[in-house]
């Protein structure tokens, strides 16, 4: 197998085998300071006859709290044996949503400006507590509403993305098309959340 790696980049394996996706600390910066919120996201992605790949399975655990995320494809998404349900709240105004805020040598601040400027009068608060894997796995578990972001690399969200679908929701890009993992675009949530935030995103970004 080979492996997509945070801290080593790309190892080369088989390309007919499966290769893991894995960020050994999401939320580094937290760590560095004493910040209870932190991961490890493992994903593994599979080849398909399309020559495509698919990721299968994925795993998000934060230590602090001994939480254990996982999904498989078509078998759902769970916290330890708690079958997960992304959240059934209808309305913006009573929404949760989790982003992640631009930061020194990361992201496009002027676009974060104006999406957070058509999203933030909207929903019910917006909360950035710095570990991507976790928010997506949060919005599995029906905590968070919402989710957007850009900028983020696989590693970030493979295992995330799987679980958020698994668990009923629902993940584009910002221009609403099935490729957030490749844009490095991500907006998730259940149906009617997924598409007001849309709405909202394409609306700051014309």
């Known amino acids: 197998w080979g492996f997509l790696l945070e801290e080593g980049g790309v190892i080369e394996g088989d390309p007919a085998k499966p290769r893991w996706i894995i960020d050994p600390l999401d939320g580094t910066t937290n760590f560095l300071h004493g910040i209870p919120h932190f991961a490890i996201s493992i994903a593994v992605e ?8 698919e990721v299968t399975s994925g795993i998000v655990y934060q230590p602090i709290t001994d939480e254990t995320y996982w999904a498989e494809r078509t078998r759902g998404a769970w916290r330890h044996d708690q079958r997960l349900r992304v959240s059934a709240r209808r309305d913006l105004a009573d929404a949760l949503i989790a982003t992640g805020i631009p930061f020194f040598g990361h992201g496009d601040v002027a676009e974060w400006t104006r999406i957070f400027g058509a999203v ?4 019910a608060g917006i909360r950035r507590f710095g570990s991507a894997a976790l928010d997506l796995a949060h919005v599995a578990a029906g905590r968070y509403d919402g989710f957007w972001e850009s900028g983020l690399q696989p590693w970030d969200v493979s295992a995330g993305i799987l679980m958020v679908r698994e668990a009923g929701g629902f993940v584009t890009d ?11 675009e991500i907006i998730a949530g259940n149906d009617a959340i997924h598409s007001k935030l849309h709405k909202l995103i394409a609306g700051a970004l014309r």
């Open 46 to 53: 599979e080849p398909l006859a399309s020559g495509k790949r």
């Open 120 to 123: 933030a009068p909207s929903v």
């Open 174 to 184: 910002f221009r609403g098309g099935s490729q957030p993992v490749e844009r490095q």
